[in-house]
């Protein structure tokens, strides 16, 4: 049965940095685009990042463009979520999502499998 269990979400100041990693198991990874999102309370899950299948393409909100790189590592069924210079606003669960296939897609309903999410809390 196919897993992903993140980790490295915590409490940092702004302007901080914080790595997320997601550790997939179950699965044939390298053919799983990764994609991460966010949800804050109240409101919906959100697209951060996405990257495909051999790393090689990736994409952002434009909320995090240039602040966030996401990247894997396939020997390690691995992907990761870089932050920096974090805000106030990045504070949310963060999840990371499994799509099969070699494309990543902003839109969450298009991904197979989820993990548990990690929380991220940025304090001014």
């Known amino acids: 049965q196919a897993q992903l269990v993140e980790s490295g979400g915590g409490l940092v100041q702004a302007g901080g940095s914080l790595r997320l990693s997601c550790a997939a198991s179950g699965l044939t990874f390298s053919v799983y685009a990764m994609g991460w999102f966010l949800q804050a309370p109240g409101k919906e899950r959100e697209f951060v990042a996405g990257i495909n299948w051999i790393g090689t393409n990736t994409g952002y909100a434009d909320s995090v463009k240039d602040r966030f790189t996401i990247s894997r590592d396939n020997a390690k069924n691995t992907v990761y979520l870089q932050m920096n210079s974090l805000k106030p606003e990045d504070t949310a669960v963060y999840y990371c999502?499994?799509?099969?296939?070699?494309?990543?897609?902003?839109?969450?309903?298009?991904?197979?499998?989820w993990g548990q999410g990690t929380q991220v809390t940025v304090s001014s």
């Open positions: 999502a499994a799509r099969s296939g070699p494309r990543w897609s902003k839109e969450k309903y298009e991904y197979d499998y």
